[in-house]
Antibody, heavy 113, light 112 residues
Framework: VQLLESGGGLVQPGGSLRLSCGVS????????MSWVRQAPGKRLEWVSY????????YYADSVKGRFSISRDASKNTLYLQMSSLRAEDTAVYYC???????WGQGTQVTVSS | DVVLTQSPLSLPVTLGQPASISCRSS???????????LTWFQERPGQPPRRLIY???IRDSGVPDRFSGTESGTDFTLKISGVEAEDVGVYYC?????????FGQGTKVEIK
């Protein structure tokens, strides 16, 4: 199983960004998936979760209403749509499979003017 | 939200000596199946986190048996029976019993 994140970069406060996580070795639709982030010098922070084979999604309070997790069966890809970005969203974002066994290498998101 | 409080935050250890990290939860992490949903991770510099222990005491495949997890109520402990150089890094506990899932602050293990 491999996870490859992409889509990170520099964005201005208030802007939007969509992160992608290409999944190989498993079917993204049949697996619990999460996003976890780590700001510079800070602890790990769970961001969002989507349930295997179901519609249930969950979010950290800090991103609720601004971020949206989804997946595409045809591309076997997980997404994190981020909007109304703030400086405090600056972090490395990791795509994580299942119960946190498999992690991607992460993608850097920087929110700054 | 469930608060996980780790101690110590910094842990200098002599090679070959044991190490112990505490993680105290503000709420019970026991689910209806009887398991506590507390996970331990190791984060080495420049690498994504690695899961070591899940459900408080079950060691993941490939994790050296010098790592062990124990629990007593809402107090959880990660023990390293004899620290090796490759164990340097930051260790996190995480609870997946209550939404939102939360991490502890992290404990930095270094060699004296």
């Amino acid at each position: 199983v491999q996870l490859l994140e992409s889509g990170g970069g520099l964005v201005q406060p208030g802007g939007s960004l969509r992160l992608s996580c290409g999944v190989s070795g498993i079917n993204v639709m049949n697996s619990d998936m999460s996003w976890v982030r780590q700001a510079p010098g800070k602890r790990l922070e769970w961001v969002s979760y989507i349930q295997a084979s179901g519609p249930d999604t969950y979010y950290a309070d800090s991103v609720k209403g601004r971020f949206s997790i989804s997946r595409d069966a045809s591309k076997n890809t997980l997404y994190l749509q981020m909007s109304s970005l703030r400086a405090e969203d600056t972090a490395v974002y990791y795509c994580v499979q299942g119960h946190f066994i498999i992690w991607g290498q992460g993608t850097q998101v920087t929110v700054s003017s | 939200d469930v608060v996980l409080t780790q101690s110590p935050l910094s842990l200098p250890v002599t090679l070959g000596q044991p190490a112990s990290i505490s993680c105290r939860s503000s709420q019970s992490l026991v689910y209806s199946d009887g398991y506590s949903y507390l996970t331990w991770f190791q984060e080495r510099p420049g690498q994504p986190p690695r899961r070591l222990i899940y459900q408080a005491s079950i060691r993941d495949s490939g994790v050296p048996d010098r790592f062990s997890g124990t629990e007593s109520g809402t107090d959880f402990t990660l023990k390293i029976s004899g620290v090796e150089a490759e164990d340097v890094g930051v260790y996190y506990c995480m609870q997946v019993r209550h939404w939102p899932w939360t991490f502890g602050q992290g404990t930095k293990v270094e060699i004296k």
